[in-house]
Nanobody, 123 residues
C-alpha cells in the first residue's frame, strides 16, 4: 500500500520561498508519476505539478510555471516541490499524490494521497 507523508509547509511572506517534501513508501515507483495538488479554502483541489518518476520529466500548472520546481530523489524515494516568488494566492493545503503513469495525470481524485501540509503566504 502506497504511503505518502508531506512536510515543509509553514507561514511565509509574499515573495519568499519554501520547499515541500513528500516521502513515499509501499512499492517501487518506477512506473508511477508523482504530483502535487493544492486546495485553498472554499475552492476545489487543483493540479500544481507532476513528475514522471522514471524520466524526471516535469509538468506544471500555468499558475506556477516559472516559480515552482518539482523534483525527485530516487535514493530517498522523496519528491520535492520548490516554491519561489510565493504569492498570497498560493495559500492552500498542498497534497502529494502518486498514481500509475498510465492513468490520467491530472485527475483531482485518483491515486494515493498524503495527509496534506499547510502553506500560508502573508501579504
Amino acid at each position: 500500500q502506497v504511503q505518502l507523508v508531506e512536510s515543509g509547509g509553514r507561514l511565509v511572506q509574499a515573495g519568499g520561498s519554501l520547499r515541500l517534501s513528500c516521502a513515499a513508501s509501499g512499492r517501487t515507483f518506477s512506473d508511477y508519476v508523482m504530483g502535487w495538488f493544492r486546495q485553498a479554502p472554499g475552492k476545489e483541489r487543483e493540479f500544481v505539478a507532476v513528475i514522471k518518476w522514471s524520466s524526471g520529466n516535469p509538468y506544471y500548472a500555468d499558475s506556477v510555471k516559472g516559480r515552482f520546481t518539482i523534483s525527485r530523489d530516487n535514493a530517498k524515494n522523496t519528491v520535492y516541490l520548490q516554491m519561489t516568488s510565493l504569492k498570497p494566492e498560493d495559500t492552500a493545503v498542498y497534497y502529494c499524490n502518486a498514481r500509475p503513469a498510465a492513468s490520467n495525470w491530472f485527475s483531482k481524485t485518483f491515486g494515493s494521497w498524503g495527509q496534506g501540509t499547510q502553506v500560508t503566504v502573508s501579504s
